[in-house]
T-cell receptor
Framework: QQPVQSPQAVILREGEDAVINCSSS?????VHWYRQKHGEAPVFLMI?????EQKGHEKISASFNEKKQQSSLYLTASQLSYSGTYFC?????????????FGRGTQLTVWP | GAVVSQHPSRVICKSGTSVKIECRSL??????MFWYRQFPKQSLMLMAT?????????EQGVEKDKFLINHASLTLSTLTVTSAHPEDSSFYIC???????????FGPGTRLTVL
């Protein structure tokens, strides 16, 4: 059930871009992206519901390829505040509809 | 945005005792609440899904008699770790959503340490 995220970790300088990938072996209904800072609750970034959907949130955007069962999160012109661990949560079809299964996370560190 | 609280934030208990963790949705009514467990630098592992007024649905491998979940109202769900052992030490985090499949809003988590 657990999706696979890559890379495991990314180190960036302020202003650089990054891409985080999430793939599942199961057919997906939706993909949810969260960011968690150390010792804090995960914060919702966005949800993608339709294959081919792309969404943007400030300089953070994401895409969802339903056929390939993959989603990617794009961070452009990164800021220090982007540091944290990014998780994708996938919602499958059928009996698991409504439940999220999270990847192991991608630790993003942005340096000045 | 939607706010979810958890209480307590930290708890230390002796082996064999039971611990109750509360999860509250403060500004919305949550039909569905979820309980996760997170090990250091690891993913959020779904333990169970609870819907208000009905029995929780547990994930494979999660002992329902050990992790008792009650979702008595639209704003409160509780997780009771019964007869806790050191291997139950972990970060427990809940989330709440308006309805199944909607955005999940996470609580700040509870750090449980069993001595």
């Amino acid at each position: 059930q657990q999706p696979v995220q890559s890379p495991q970790a990314v180190i960036l300088r302020e202003g650089e871009d990054a891409v985080i990938n999430c793939s599942s072996s199961k057919a997906l209904y939706s993909v949810h992206w969260y960011r968690q800072k150390h010792g804090e609750a995960p914060v919702f970034l966005m949800i993608l519901l339709k294959g081919g959907e792309q969404k943007g949130h400030e300089k953070i955007s994401a895409s969802f390829n339903e056929k390939k069962q993959q989603s990617s999160l794009y961070l452009t012109a990164s800021q220090l505040s982007y540091s944290g661990t990014y998780f994708c949560g996938t919602e499958g079809r059928g009996s698991t509809l409504g439940r999220l299964y999270f990847g192991r996370g991608t630790q993003l560190t942005v340096w000045p | 945005g939607a706010v979810v609280s958890q209480h307590p934030s930290r708890v230390i208990c002796k082996s064999g005792t039971s611990v109750k963790i509360e999860c509250r949705s403060l500004d919305f009514q949550a039909t569905t609440m979820f309980w996760y467990r997170q090990f250091p630098k690891q993913s959020l592992m779904l333990m169970a899904t609870s819907n208000e007024g009905s029995k929780a649905t547990y994930e494979q491998g999660v002992e329902k008699d050990k992790f008792l979940i009650n979702h008595a109202s639209l704003t409160l769900s509780t997780l009771t770790v019964t007869s806790a052992h050191p291997e139950d030490s972990s970060f427990y985090i809940c989330s709440a959503s308006l309805d199944s499949g909607d955005t999940q809003y996470f609580g700040p988590g509870t750090r449980l340490t069993v001595l």
